[in-house]
């Protein structure tokens, strides 16, 4: 490595960029007296060189090396002062990620040598630490530009016809059948041709992943033979993570993103910009904290020492930092621009938007997100919560946001269920919860609707469950959420009495039916399509086996059938699927209300009834909405949550017209009646105008 010519190269893009003469290398650290680029041999065991950056231009330290070729591995080495107690942990002995690199050479190997104190030594992190960390961390990489060129970009559709899929990379595919063995539990396996079929047969419109940016196994996991499963512990924000790499590696990536938008999807990334797998105090030196711990990272005021914690991993990233914030920025462009996904669901998202006085809507990162024309159009969805105070903010975002709505899967779960003053709850969920999202103009499509997500019980366990069975997470079952409003249906887990079995795909049947005639965006869990079991474990997060891995061999045909009827379903008819909040406002056309609640027996509903749990709903397109064509959808939906067959009266249809059962989760006929129509215990029916004779 003697023959190559160093200069000073820029410090307009950070990262390492290959401009054909060479590679100019650019990285931010605020508080560091030096920076040293180390270059390695192609296999990643050998330092062969090691260069101080020559230049710093304000906090941005660079150097261009000309000749140096495409494919070259290298880290970063930070001096500056080990000072904990002042928020400092330079320890120039420890092998640094490039926080912009696109690719790593290698794997995270957990020892002791990737701490940057003794963890011998009683003074814990206030200690030093001298060994090299180099052997077992990753190399980054000086990518090819040509692999980030010719990309085919997605169409942004309008997000009334939605359905979302939230799939795991690995584990939606990982034990299919009929998934390519060389491709199972890879991003080639997510858009191969058989899983395509799968989410196009569904009527899914976009796929939402478990977080694919570059991860670590948290240390306690490795020592008890576990992995981070899920991935919520980011360490490489512009890297996919290579454990799911196919045979081509990143472009079996780029693939699957034009697979995916060639059949009409939409790719969403969950990505976590809340915090890093660096841990708190006592974590690992891995990338930020040996860069600039002070910069990356919120500390504690008073004891800087220390972290602060509003996620409930170790540590929180400083998105009010301008650098850490730009990173964050120049992550979300290059996955649209150089990777072609959609959008993005951001995780524990209240702690991006905080500031020193706390959450705010109109804070830098929501401030830096609106004025880029790179990212206008983009599908923003929050997780409206982290741990911190104040941090459950549902209903609070930005209108360029939809939001988890964990109020609508409790409230769902709950009404079915049978729990007391239930039914009152669901009327305002079923209607894209209003009395959350409607204001300073969101749309319903705000509420994002789900009964199950990766975090939580599946569909399938909801009903066979009273309680969660996590002993296999080592943490003696207290791990995972406490409140499931599940119902094992009579017997904890699995069963062969008959009688259980049907009131369990019964009540399966009527909470799909329920999120799919509801105003918002349906959000659809991998494998609850035919009811996918982890076995009771409500807190899958390092399950990376047959408990986190979708079960295809014992998938309910049936129960798949039906939710492709359902999403047929809500596709056919535009009044279950409305931008516009329904508020009971007087049609200018027709006179009729855009929503009318009543009883069986077509009375206005009493909602102040303490036993009431049962419902019927008209639902129009809203007297807010412009240019009503003559063939005006309407639906009519009943739920019966009691015990008993009923009957229910049919609202008066117009001349010529008359009621047809579109939709029954207890399998009646769907066929066109009058007056009245029959409804089984313990269902939905939706029915839809169809044109008919008037009998003679």
């Known amino acids: 490595m003697t023959d190559f010519s160093l200069s000073s190269g820029s410090p307009t893009r950070l990262g390492a960029h290959h401009d054909g003469a060479g590679v100019n290398f650019a990285v931010f650290s605020e508080n560091a007296d030096k920076v040293e680029l180390c270059l390695f041999s192609s296999d990643g065991t050998r330092e062969v060189a090691r260069i101080a950056l020559p230049e710093r231009t304000g906090p941005v330290w660079h150097g261009h090396i000309e000749g140096l070729p495409v494919g070259t591995l290298y880290g970063y080495r930070a001096h500056g002062q080990y000072a904990p107690e002042h928020g400092h942990r330079f320890n120039p002995n420890k092998l640094l990620m490039d926080p912009y690199t696109r690719e790593m050479h290698g794997s995270f190997v957990t020892h002791p040598a990737t701490l940057g104190y003794d963890g011998a030594s009683s003074a814990a992190d206030l200690s030093f630490d001298a060994r090299d960390s180099a052997p077992f961390v990753p190399k980054s990489v000086v990518s090819d530009p040509a692999l980030?060129?010719?990309?085919?970009?997605?169409?942004h559709r309008p997000s009334d016809r939605d359905l979302i899929y939230e799939a795991h990379p690995k584990g939606l595919t990982k034990v299919h059948p009929k998934v390519p063995e060389e491709v199972q539990g890879t991003y080639d396996g997510l858009?191969?041709?058989?899983?395509?079929?799968?989410?196009?047969?569904?009527?899914?419109?976009?796929?939402?992943?478990?977080?694919?940016?570059?991860?670590?196994?948290?240390?306690?996991?490795?020592?008890?033979?576990?992995?981070?499963?899920?991935?919520?512990?980011?360490?490489?924000?512009?890297t996919p993570e290579p454990r799911y790499f196919g045979p081509d590696g990143m472009m079996g990536f780029r693939r699957m993103v034009d697979r995916f938008h060639a059949a009409g999807i939409e790719v969403i990334l969950?990505?976590?910009?809340?915090?890093?797998?660096?841990?708190?105090?006592?974590?690992?030196?891995?990338?930020?904290?040996?860069?600039?711990?002070?910069?990356?990272?919120?500390?504690?005021?008073?004891?800087?020492?220390?972290?602060?914690?509003?996620?409930?991993?170790g540590n929180t990233l400083n998105v009010a930092h301008p650098y850490v914030l730009r990173m964050v920025m120049d992550s979300l462009r290059y996955w649209v621009e150089c990777m072609g996904v959609d959008g993005f669901r951001f995780d524990l998202a209240t702690t991006l938007g905080r500031e020193d006085h706390g959450f705010d809507p109109k804070g830098g990162f929501f401030d830096a997100l609106r004025q880029d024309p790179v990212l206008a159009g983009v599908r923003?969805?929050?997780?409206?919560?982290?741990?911190?105070?104040?941090?459950?903010?549902?209903?609070?975002?930005?209108?360029?946001?939809?939001?988890?709505?964990?109020?609508?899967?409790?409230?769902?779960?709950?009404?079915?269920?049978?729990?007391?003053?239930?039914?009152?709850?669901?009327?305002?969920?079923?209607?894209?919860?209003?009395?959350?999202?409607?204001?300073?103009?969101?749309?319903?499509?705000?509420?994002?609707?789900?009964?199950?997500?990766?975090?939580?019980?599946?569909?399938?366990?909801?009903?066979?469950?009273?309680?969660?069975?996590?002993?296999?997470?080592?943490?003696?079952?207290?791990?995972?959420?406490?409140?499931?409003?599940?119902?094992?249906?009579?017997?904890?887990?699995?069963?062969?009495?008959?009688?259980?079995?049907?009131?369990?795909?019964?009540?399966?049947?009527?909470?799909?039916?329920?999120?799919?005639?509801?105003?918002?965006?349906?959000?659809?869990?991998?494998?609850?399509?035919?009811?996918?079991?982890?076995?009771?474990?409500?807190?899958?997060?390092?399950?990376?086996?047959?408990?986190?891995?979708?079960?295809?061999?014992?998938?309910?045909?049936?129960?798949?059938r039906f939710v492709q009827k359902l999403s047929a379903f809500r596709q056919a008819h535009p009044a279950l699927r409305q931008s516009r909040f329904l508020h009971a406002a007087i049609r200018p056309r027709d006179g009729h209300p855009d929503v009318r609640w009543t009883d069986f027996k077509g009375?206005?509903?009493?909602?102040?009834?303490?036993?009431?749990?049962?419902?019927?709903?008209?639902?129009?397109?809203?007297?807010?909405?412009?240019?009503?064509?003559?063939?005006?959808?309407?639906?009519?939906?009943?739920?019966?949550?009691?015990?008993?067959?009923?009957?229910?009266?049919?609202?008066?249809?117009?001349?010529?017209?008359?009621?047809?059962?579109g939709i029954d989760t207890s399998g009646l006929a769907c066929a066109p009646m009058q007056g009245t129509a029959e409804v089984a215990a313990q269902s939905v029916s939706a029915f839809v105008l169809t044109p008919q004779e008037v009998p003679q």
């Open 148 to 155: 980030f060129d010719g990309l085919q970009a997605g169409q």
């Open 191 to 238: 858009a191969s041709d058989t899983m395509l079929d799968h989410l196009t047969k569904l009527g899914v419109q976009a796929i939402e992943l478990l977080p694919i940016h570059a991860f670590v196994d948290d240390k306690f996991l490795v020592e008890r033979g576990l992995r981070n499963y899920w991935g919520y512990n980011s360490i490489g924000f512009f």
């Open 270 to 313: 969950d990505v976590v910009y809340n915090h890093t797998a660096e841990g708190d105090q006592r974590g690992p030196t891995l990338c930020f904290r040996g860069l600039d711990n002070a910069s990356y990272y919120r500390l504690s005021a008073g004891q800087p020492r220390y972290y602060v914690n509003d996620t409930g991993c």
């Open 380 to 560: 923003m969805i929050a997780e409206p919560w982290d741990i911190g105070p104040g941090g459950y903010r549902l209903g609070q975002y930005p209108h360029e946001f939809a939001e988890w709505n964990d109020s609508y899967r409790d409230t769902v779960r709950r009404y079915w269920r049978g729990d007391a003053h239930s039914a009152q709850e669901l009327g305002a969920r079923l209607l894209g919860s209003a009395d959350l999202f409607d204001r300073a103009g969101r749309c319903s499509t705000a509420s994002l609707n789900f009964i199950a997500s990766h975090d939580g019980f599946t569909l399938a366990d909801t009903t066979r469950y009273a309680r969660r069975h996590n002993e296999a997470n080592t943490e003696n079952n207290r791990d995972g959420h406490h409140s499931n409003y599940s119902d094992n249906c009579g017997v904890e887990g699995e069963t062969d009495e008959p009688a259980i079995q049907a009131k369990r795909d019964r009540r399966q049947r009527n909470m799909l039916a329920t999120m799919f005639v509801s105003q918002g965006t349906p959000m659809l869990l991998a494998g609850d399509e035919f009811g996918n079991s982890q076995a009771g474990n409500n807190n899958a997060y390092c399950q990376d086996n047959e408990i986190g891995w979708v079960n295809w061999d014992k998938a309910d045909a049936e129960l798949q």
């Open 603 to 661: 009375e206005a509903l009493e909602w102040r009834d303490p036993g009431l749990a049962n419902l019927c709903v008209t639902l129009r397109c809203s007297a807010e909405a412009p240019g009503y064509a003559p063939d005006d959808d309407v639906v009519f939906v009943v739920f019966n949550r009691s015990d008993v067959d009923d009957v229910v009266i049919l609202p008066d249809p117009p001349e010529g017209q008359g009621w047809q059962r």
